[in-house]
């Protein structure tokens, strides 16, 4: 386990398979800032408070209920896009890996051209 002050919210970004990609390595920060921040903290007043009344008061509940559920359609979301763009990815090696040396540039070109014109998480 890591201690708090030496986590480092980039490098394990970074360390992510697919975590150079742009979007998904913010999104992957985003949500892990949301964990760090706000749940954690929201979750440790929810325990505290259940500890002495022996009830969730709502003041805790309904904002952690809401953030909880919002997080983990974000973790959804990431992990959806994750997968295309790695299903993308496995697809494009696979293909390249089938081409005729003599075309491999042909493939390449087509490739980055198709991937900065349309959405992979699509």
């Given at each position: ?10 490098s394990w970004s970074m360390a992510l398979p697919l975590g150079d990609d742009t979007w998904l390595g ?97």
């Amino acid at each position: 386990m890591v201690a708090p002050e030496e986590f480092s919210l980039m490098s394990w970004s970074m360390a992510l398979p697919l975590g150079d990609d742009t979007w998904l390595g913010m999104q992957a920060r985003n949500i892990a800032i949301v964990d760090q921040i706000y749940l954690r903290p929201l979750e440790l007043q929810e325990l505290q408070a259940w500890a002495q009344e022996e009830r969730t008061p709502g003041q805790f509940l309904y904002p952690l209920n809401a953030l909880s559920q919002m997080w983990v359609f974000s973790l959804y979301e990431w992990l959806r896009t994750w997968r295309a763009r790695a299903d993308y990815l496995m697809k494009m090696a696979d293909q390249h890996g089938r081409t005729k040396p003599t075309k491999k540039a042909k493939l390449v070109k087509a490739s980055v051209a198709g991937a900065n014109t349309t959405s992979i998480a699509d």
